[in-house]
């Protein structure tokens, strides 16, 4: 239980205490919703997200605005954007940020698929909501770099994101006035390999 993201030693033995307490009437179930879990949830095959289906609700949903297009690094990420209820786009998650350190490179990156989406789907807005830290910000560059010349508007969002921030830790209002208030991403002169 430890291993698991957010529980350090003294909550993972909370949790495990209290499901040997609590045997028959919680981990019985923990254990089904686990195997629902594995045996069902799916990976969308146009964005990422997860979801019951090959394409996820978000991108079935004929009222969201099928030409704006939101990138994330991952579905926590999505999820957060979703959780403050005001983008009313599609997503395109990318997996990954650059990261040379840790072996992460252009190829690594979900463009391919990202540049036929902007294409087949006509998209005319490409928000990059990446987290505000410097492998984020590399990677924003890149894509921004990647999109040109596709005559897409592309923006980030603005303040109130602090450097080194993460979106899945951010409150709604935070992400809202970010987006609210996003910028279009300048390409300098110079290239990102």
Same mark, same amino acid.
């Given at each position: ?82 959780? +403050?209820? #005001?983008?009313?786009? /599609?997503?395109?998650? *990318?997996?990954? =940020?650059?990261? !040379? ?14 540049v036929a989406r902007v294409n087949a789907d006509r998209i005319t ?51 809202? +006035?970010? #987006?609210?208030?996003? /910028?279009?991403?300048? *390409?300098?002169? =110079?290239?990102? !390999?």
């Amino acid at each position: 239980m430890a291993r698991l993201p957010g529980l350090g030693p003294r909550s993972a033995q909370r949790a495990v205490l209290f499901a040997i307490k609590n045997e028959n009437s919680f981990l019985e179930q923990l254990i089904n919703d686990l195997i629902t879990v594995r045996d069902h949830i799916r990976k969308c095959k146009h964005c990422g997200n997860l979801d019951c289906g090959d394409i996820c609700s978000i991108c079935l949903d004929v009222k969201r605005d099928a030409h704006q297009l939101c990138i994330v690094e991952s579905v926590a990420d999505l999820w957060a954007i979703e959780r +403050a209820q #005001f983008f009313h786009g /599609r997503y395109h998650i *990318l997996g990954c =940020v650059l990261s !040379a350190i840790d072996g992460v490179y252009p190829e690594h990156l979900n463009t391919k698929s990202l540049v036929a989406r902007v294409n087949a789907d006509r998209i005319t807005e490409v928000i990059i909501a990446l987290n505000a830290t410097i492998e984020g910000q590399t990677t924003t560059y890149y894509i921004a770099d990647v999109l040109a010349g596709l005559g897409v508007s592309v923006s980030s969002p603005a303040h109130g994101i602090p450097l080194g921030g993460e979106f899945n830790y951010l409150d709604d209002g935070t992400i809202s +006035a970010a #987006f609210l208030d996003r /910028r279009e991403v300048k *390409l300098s002169k =110079v290239k990102v !390999a």
